[in-house]
């Protein structure tokens, strides 16, 4: 579970963001934004970003507030998964990023596999959407729903991408150093267990 104050912080943001959408009243929105920087307050005590980094990326959002969508690729050859290793961390992940308007969750799949590993692929069905709060991710500004797609690969050959420094299968006795961010060790567990047993029903939680 994820630590008490990023819970708070990101509910009194998605308030003040939802509430600056809607109101109309002066003392209203003078309220709202109050909230907005008590929220802004609070990430700034808990990390090592800047107040003004904060409000461009946690606070600078506009609209009713929902949580951001992560999308993973899950592509197994025999017992192996393919990784990706990102330029941003140096460690691996499933090929993968958040949705992109006006494109579905099997068309972003697709886009993320042949960007970040080469190949390209199909997607063939949802594993899991999990909450990301319930895992064991770094702490983060936003809400987020991860969506684990099983692909399978029609062609393309392993190239890095803009973003990634290395493509590779990892058996799951293994499996490399990962990116915490984008993937846990224990989704990955998981993710094996569909590869063994391909009628294990989707996992939401």
């Not at 946690?58 to 290793?85: C, H, M, S």
């Amino acid at each position: 579970m994820e630590a008490k104050w990023l819970t708070w912080a990101k509910e009194i943001q998605g308030i003040a963001q939802t509430g600056l959408t809607y109101a109309k009243d002066v003392y209203d929105i003078e309220r709202y934004e109050a909230l907005r920087e008590l929220s802004v307050d609070i990430m700034a005590n808990y990390t090592y970003e800047s107040k003004e980094q904060i409000r461009l990326s946690f606070a600078g959002e506009d609209g009713y507030a929902t949580p951001k969508v992560d999308i993973r690729g899950v592509v197994f050859r025999e017992n192996e998964i393919l990784l990706v290793r990102e330029k941003m961390d140096g460690k691996w992940a499933l090929p993968g990023g958040w949705g992109d308007i006006g494109l579905s969750p099997s068309e972003v799949v697709v886009k993320e596999i042949r960007e970040e590993s080469g190949f390209e692929a199909e997607a063939i069905r949802l594993l899991a959407v999990l909450d990301k709060k319930f895992h064991q991710h770094p702490p983060e500004p936003y809400h987020v729903y991860k969506l684990f797609i099983l692909c399978r690969i029609t062609g393309g050959a392993a190239a890095e991408g803009v973003e990634t420094s290395g493509v590779a299968f990892f058996a799951e006795d293994g499996l490399p150093e990962l990116s915490e961010e984008r993937n846990t060790l224990a989704q990955l567990h998981t993710l094996f267990e569909f590869n063994r047993n391909p009628d294990k029903p989707v996992i939401l939680d």
